[in-house]
């Protein structure tokens, strides 16, 4: 073939795929958009978990309040016993003091009714004694003795009268004096009963007080306590809701890439038509030959030796697994794409080096492809690409020994290294 029939043919296939890989970058946009959410979403649910556990310490360190508070508490509850056992201590001796009033009241009244009657013997007596004469009376009846022993019988006789009338007066002046003590007595016990009254009153009153401190800390606790909880339960709430539209998110991100590849897959079955109008594949790399397409599905990415397989390989720092296959071969070498889709990712990434990721709409199932190391790209995120078309060039950036190609196969959207990567060799032929 004429070189120059060869470039113009090229240049005709590179408009057609130009045309064709406008209108997916928009979409690569929303996509992006979706992601910075996604991981605005992340943000907040970190934020609101760690809300969560500060609320949750807070309601341990309460817990701990509460403990010193219950020992208020208890401190209270123990002094409102000793003051209930104080006023009925001060209630048995104001009981007493008022049955020690009644029988002071009681001796006081017989002592005065005594007194009183007492009080008209005498005045009978001294009537008598004035009616007829007196001593005088006396006399006359030691005069008119008719012997010796009728004198001492009658000296004796006067004598007793005499001492009568000195032992009532005796026993009235006695009754006196008592009488004014019971009733000073009287008078000390309603005082001190008055007393005892206001400390009763005064009793009762810290009572009451020492109940209402005690019940306002228990409120002041129990306030904190169910407030710190709804506070944690709408945190909790808000979590649930931050994870609920997370998923959301998720949903549409897989399904924006399915629908994305979806895409890509019919722009490439249009231009492998407007291609096989054209008749021909460019075989032309940056150095090395672009391998031949295979027919259905998938073709080999790349030309080349396999190094490693996929699965448990040691390449000196010990076992570990490759989730991809190498494929070595000189720097430069084109790499394809492996089936139709569209790049979701051309650019470096941490182990990978430069690596392009592709997403595959296959009989409605997506996939993911990942070609790592690379030395150049060829194609960029948001473009649709078809099956056999370079995306890039072989290379050994990031971690890589010699210039290859690592090729990785899921059966997924992409969800990192680890999830539904599957030996490229079940649909691919090396
Ligand atoms: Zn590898």
Do not use: C
Not at 145 to 168: E, H, M, P, Q, W
Not at 189 to 200: A, H, M, S, T
Not at 308 to 318: K, L, Q
Not at 397 to 412: I, N, P, V
Request: proline letters at 2%.
């Amino acid at each position: 073939m004429k070189k120059q029939f060869k470039n113009i043919l090229y240049v005709i296939t590179a408009t057609v795929s130009l045309s064709l890989v406008v209108q997916p970058i928009a979409n690569a946009e929303s996509l992006s958009d979706l992601k910075s959410k996604q991981q605005e979403l992340d943000q907040k649910k970190s934020k609101l978990n760690s809300n969560i556990n500060e609320k949750s310490s807070k309601i341990k360190y309460n817990k701990s309040k509460q403990e010193k508070i219950n020992k208020q508490i208890q401190k209270l509850d123990k002094k409102i016993i000793k003051t209930d056992e104080k006023i009925s201590i001060v209630k048995s001796t104001i009981a007493q003091t008022t049955s020690e009033i009644e029988d002071l009241q009681t001796s006081i009244k017989d002592l005065e009714k005594k007194i009183a009657e007492r009080d008209a013997l005498l005045q009978e007596r001294a009537r008598a004694i004035q009616e007829g004469g007196g001593s005088i009376n006396y006399v006359d009846v030691l005069f008119g003795a008719s012997s010796f022993g009728d004198l001492i019988d009658r000296f004796s006789a006067v004598n007793t009268l005499l001492d009568a009338d000195r032992k009532i007066l005796q026993e009235q002046a006695d009754d006196k004096k008592s009488l004014e003590e019971q009733q000073k007595k009287l008078e000390e016990k309603r005082k001190k009963q008055i007393e005892n009254r206001d400390r009763l009153e005064d009793l009762k009153k810290s009572l009451d007080s020492q109940k209402s401190s005690k019940n306002k800390l228990i409120d002041a606790l129990e306030r904190e306590q169910s407030k710190l909880k709804s506070q944690k339960k709408s945190l909790q709430k808000e979590y649930s809701e931050a994870i609920k539209v997370s998923k959301k998110v998720q949903k549409e991100i897989q399904n924006e890439q399915a629908r994305l590849a979806e895409r890509a897959r019919k722009e490439a079955a249009a231009k492998a038509k407007a291609k096989s109008k054209s008749a021909y594949v460019s075989n032309v790399g940056e150095s090395g030959d672009i391998p031949t397409v295979s027919s259905g599905t998938w073709t080999r990415p790349t030309t080349g030796r396999v190094t490693s397989n996929f699965g448990w390989r040691d390449i000196g720092s010990g076992p570990e697994i490759d989730y991809g296959i190498d494929i070595a071969n000189s720097v430069g070498t084109p790499i394809v794409a492996a089936a139709d889709g569209v790049v979701f990712r051309a650019s470096p990434l941490s182990t990978y080096g430069n690596v392009i990721m592709i997403t595959h709409s296959i009989e409605g199932k997506t996939f993911t492809t990942v070609y790592a190391h690379l030395s150049g790209y060829k194609a960029s995120a948001g473009q649709s690409v078809s099956k056999g078309e370079v995306i890039g060039y072989m290379g050994q950036t990031g971690r890589a020994f010699g210039s290859h190609l690592h090729f990785e196969l899921h059966t997924t959207a992409w969800q990192g290294q680890k999830v539904g990567a599957v030996d490229p060799r079940r649909y691919i032929s090396f």
